[in-house]
C-alpha cells in the first residue's frame, strides 16, 4: 500500500463550480498536512496546511483533516481558470520530510 | 516577497559526468531540503540538511550524491557520476524549521543526462 494515494485525474470543471482534491494515506504518524499547487515546470507552491484533524480556511479554500479516516480534502469554491494547475497533497510526521501524493491536475474551464 | 532561487534552469550533461546543482534559500532559514520531481511521477525527498549536515537522506540519495553549504548563501547538490535515471526535475526547498509544514520550494533545475 502506498503511503499516500491521490486520484491523478485530469479533473475538469467549470469556472464558478466548487472543486473538491482528496488524498488519502496509510501512516498514523503523519501530522502535518500540506497542499501545493504546482504549474506545469515549476516549484510546488505551498497553498494550505493543517496540524492534525480539522478544518481551515483561507479565502476560497478550505483543508479538511479527519485523521480517524486517514483523509484529507481541500475546497476550492468559485473556481476560476487561473487555478488551473496540479495540486499535491502533502504530509509529514515528527521528521520534517515532507511524503507528496502523485498529484490532481485541475482544469477549470470558462 | 522572499524566495528561493535554483540555477542553472536547465542542465543538459552527458552520461558518467559530474553536475553541480545550485541553490540559494530564503536567507532567514536554516532548513535545507532537496527534492526531485522524475517527469510524470511524484515529488520524492532526497535530503535534509541542518546545521551543516545531513538531518535525513532517502534511499535514492546513495553515495553518488553529495550536499554542501559552501558560504552563508549557497546550498548545493552534487551528482558525481550522473546517470540516464538521474534526469528528473531537481527542487530545493528551505524551511525556518519552527514546524515542519514551512517548506518554500525553489523554481527547480531540470536535469538532462544524455
Known amino acids: 500500500q502506498k503511503e499516500v494515494e491521490q486520484d491523478p485525474g485530469p479533473l475538469s470543471v467549470p469556472e464558478g463550480a466548487i472543486v473538491s482534491l482528496n488524498c488519502t494515506y496509510s501512516?498514523?504518524?503523519?501530522?502535518?498536512f500540506m497542499w501545493y499547487r504546482q504549474y506545469s515546470r515549476k516549484g510546488p507552491e505551498l497553498l494550505m496546511y493543517t496540524y492534525s484533524s480539522g478544518n481551515k480556511e483561507d479565502g476560497r479554500f478550505t483543508a479538511q483533516v479527519d485523521k480517524s479516516s486517514k483523509y484529507i480534502s481541500l475546497f476550492i469554491r468559485d473556481s476560476q481558470p487561473s487555478d488551473s494547475a496540479t495540486y499535491l497533497c502533502a504530509m509529514s510526521g515528527l521528521a520534517d520530510k515532507l511524503i507528496f501524493g502523485t498529484g490532481t491536475r485541475l482544469q477549470v474551464f470558462p | 516577497e522572499p524566495e528561493v532561487t535554483q540555477t542553472p534552469s536547465h542542465q543538459v550533461t552527458q552520461m558518467g559526468q559530474e553536475v553541480i546543482l545550485r541553490c540559494v534559500p530564503i536567507?532567514?532559514?536554516?532548513?535545507f531540503y532537496w527534492y526531485r520531481q522524475i517527469l510524470g511521477q511524484k515529488v520524492e525527498f532526497l535530503v535534509s540538511f541542518y546545521n551543516n549536515e545531513i538531518s535525513e537522506k532517502s534511499e535514492i540519495f546513495d553515495d553518488q550524491f553529495s550536499v554542501e553549504r559552501p558560504d552563508g548563501s549557497n546550498f548545493t547538490l552534487k551528482i558525481r557520476s550522473t546517470k540516464l535515471e538521474d534526469s528528473a526535475m531537481y527542487f530545493c526547498?528551505?524551511?525556518?524549521?519552527?514546524?515542519?509544514?514551512?517548506?518554500?520550494f525553489g523554481p527547480g533545475t531540470r536535469l538532462t543526462v544524455t
Open positions: 501512516n498514523s504518524a503523519f501530522q502535518y
Open positions: 526547498a528551505s524551511g525556518t524549521g519552527v514546524v515542519t509544514y514551512e517548506q518554500y
Open positions: 536567507s532567514n532559514h536554516l532548513y
